[in-house]
């Protein structure tokens, strides 16, 4: 099974600041990886797939790059509403889905 | 607009068993593969299983293999996730979600993007 690991834990940003968001795979997963965004007490939204496409209706201020084992989801400039935890999630060795243990980014 | 509605979550004791439903709305749902992410208080998100949109194949995470089934009515536009022999580490909320942007059972989601509000299930005596 390959093991996700999102860093840092927890990101302390105010708005209008970058947000740099790491996922690393313990083995390649080629292109196969999405992220998500999850409020409390919401369900999750996927935001990119396939490491770099964005998800219909996301705004261009969230991109993703990286491939093999190495993976960013970069925020250029922090909207109020993008405080929340993020995820990335890899499909290459299917089944299983795994994801990463996510990444929370908080205002400072 | 798409949409999916869990319900069927609860308070269960210790190898209980219960039964979970997502109906799905909006788009053509035989042609999904769907798939049950499930969520403990605080923590993660979990992959738990998934079923063609045949219903034909399914797959499911070790940590549950052998004590929950996946099944699906087309005709219903229903999904179903029946969980017998419930532990307390099963305690979360459970959701259903829908493949994007395309459906492929054999190699997995590349990502979901429609889910549902998610159903609780506590296992608790």
């Known amino acids: 099974e390959i093991v996700l690991t999102q860093s840092p834990a927890t990101l302390s940003l105010s708005p209008g600041e970058r947000a740099t968001l790491s996922c690393r795979a313990s083995?390649?997963?080629?292109?196969?990886l999405a992220w998500y965004q999850q409020k409390p007490g919401q369900s999750p939204r996927l935001l990119i797939y396939?490491?770099?496409n964005r998800a219909i209706g996301i705004p261009p201020r969230f991109s993703g790059s990286g491939s093999g084992t190495d993976f960013t989801l970069t925020i250029s400039s922090l909207e109020p509403e993008d405080f929340a935890v993020y995820y990335c999630q890899q499909r290459s060795n299917w089944p299983p889905l795994t994801f990463g243990g996510g990444t929370k980014v908080e205002m400072k | 607009e798409m949409e999916l509605l869990e319900s069927g979550g609860g308070l269960v004791q210790p190898g209980g068993s219960r039964r979970l439903s997502c109906a799905a709305s909006?788009?053509?749902?035989?042609?999904?593969?769907m798939t049950w992410v499930r969520q403990a208080p605080g923590k993660g998100l979990e992959w738990v299983s998934v079923i063609s949109g045949s219903g034909s194949g399914t797959y499911y995470a070790d940590s549950v293999k052998g004590r929950f089934t996946i099944s699906r009515d087309n005709s219903m536009k229903t999904v179903y996730l029946q969980m017998n022999s419930l532990r307390a580490e099963d305690t979360a909320v459970y959701y259903c979600?829908?493949?994007?942007?395309?459906?492929?059972?054999?190699?997995?989601?590349?990502?979901?993007?429609?889910w549902g509000q998610g159903t609780t299930v506590t296992v608790s005596s």
């Open positions: 083995q390649s997963v080629g292109s196969y």
């Open positions: 979600a829908k493949p994007f942007p395309y459906s492929d059972f054999w190699r997995g989601p590349v990502g979901m993007d429609v």
């Open positions: 396939d490491t770099s």
């Open positions: 909006g788009f053509t749902f035989d042609s999904y593969a």
